[in-house]
Structures are given as C-alpha cells and as structure tokens.
C-alpha cells in the first residue's frame, strides 16, 4: 500500500530563517507531486507541483522553492521566512493517468515568529 | 473564473442528526468533483469523486448528490456523531483543481 510521510510535523521558525520541509512517497513510482499551504481559516493553495524528476511547476509566486531530487521525494524550500509564511503545509501525491485521486500527507504546521 | 463556493462556512449539530453541506462551482471544463473531510492538523482524506454522468454517490453515512446542469453539489451525513467533526470541503477539477474553502462542522453531544 502506499504511504505518505512528511516532516518535521511542526515547525517555529524565525523570521529570515531558511526553511526545508520534506516529503517522501513510499509503494508507488512515478507520482504527480504536490505542495499545498493551508493558511489559518483558509482554503488549501496549491504552491507547486511536479510531475517527475526535477519538473516544478510554480502556481504563486513567493518566496518559496520545491525541488524533486528523487522520484518520490519533494521538499519545500525558502532561503528566508516571512511571517506570512506561516501555515499548514501539506505534501499530496497522485497517480498520473485518469483522473487522479491526491493522497494528502499528515502536514507540517509551520509558525514564524 | 473558476470558483468553488461551499456553504454554509460553519455549521453546530447535535449529535445523531443529519446535515448538509453545499457546493456551488463555475468551473469550466468539468471533469469531476470531489469531497474530502479535513479532521483538524491532519491531512485531507477523500469521501467521494464523482464525474458529471453521476447524481449520487454514498460512502458509509456520507451521500454526496451532484447537478451538473446547475453546477452544484451536496454532502449529506446521516445520523452524525462526534467523529463527523471537522472540515469539508468540495473540489472541482478542470483543468486544474479548485478548492473551496470548506465548512466546519462542529457535532456536539
């Protein structure tokens, strides 16, 4: 079965402190990756998307990074926080064929301070 | 513009009714539309998927009915318990999938 994993599972961070969060996919290859941000009270935000090895495919612009070292790793990058980063911050895989059902990992809760 | 509308954005019920939530979209091209429950500081997890040729849809005590003529679509939770709490939201994809911002639904004893 597959298994999705994210970590840390909560984050305080300060302000203009870099950030990593990661995201690892297990009992499937050649997934559709996603990063979302659930701010307070909010709707999910797609952030980035990847459909392979090194493909990220921005959907706001921030200042935020994903890279894709790995066919099932993702990870989630800033070279400096701001506030307005804070948020829950969810990894969600998916197969590529079909409309694809996305499989969300347990979140990262994020506070900058 | 593509927008999912859910309403209403909260909702307080006593444990053992029923409820339901709506979902209102203008999402064009329509591939289908999805229900998921977001417990609180977890991740989603999906109820239903349903595709335009489908009216209804029911997953346990959770019925979700979809008119694609109107673009709209409901989840309705029978006989709710305590459990049921949490975060709904609806999903539309197009060409890319568009959230709604949820109803919170709180079940109280």
């Known amino acids: 079965s597959q298994t999705i994993h994210q970590w840390p599972a909560t984050l305080v961070q300060p302000v203009g402190s870099p950030l990593s969060l990661e995201c690892t996919v297990e009992?499937?290859?050649?997934?559709?990756l996603y990063w979302y941000r659930q701010a307070a009270g909010r709707g999910l935000q797609l952030l980035f998307y990847?459909?392979?090895?090194?493909?990220i495919s921005s959907e706001v612009p921030q200042n935020l990074s994903a890279s894709r070292p790995q066919d099932r790793q993702f990870i989630l990058s800033s070279k400096k926080l701001l506030l307005s980063d804070s948020g829950f911050y969810l990894c969600?895989?998916?197969?590529?064929?079909?409309?694809?059902?996305?499989?969300f990992g347990p979140g990262t809760r994020l506070t900058v301070t | 513009k593509n927008q999912v509308e859910q309403s209403p954005q909260s909702l307080i019920i006593l444990e053992g009714k029923n409820c339901t939530l709506q979902?209102?979209?203008?999402?064009?091209?329509?591939?289908?539309l999805r229900w998921y429950k977001q417990d609180t500081g977890r991740g989603p997890v999906s109820l239903t998927i349903?595709?335009?040729?489908?009216n209804t849809k029911s997953n346990g005590r959770y019925t979700a009915t979809l008119d694609a003529d109107t673009k709209q679509s409901s989840l309705h939770i029978t006989a709710s318990q305590l459990s049921d709490s949490a975060s709904y939201i609806c999903?539309?994809?197009?060409?890319?999938?568009?959230f709604g911002q949820g109803t919170e639904l709180s079940v109280k004893p």
């Open positions: 999903v539309v994809q197009g060409g890319k999938l568009i």
């Open positions: 969600a895989w998916s197969v590529r064929d079909g409309f694809y059902e996305q499989y």
């Open positions: 979902c209102n979209y203008t999402v064009s091209p329509f591939s289908n």
């Open positions: 990847s459909v392979g090895i090194g493909q």
């Open positions: 349903m595709t335009f040729s489908e």
């Open positions: 009992g499937t290859s050649n997934p559709n």
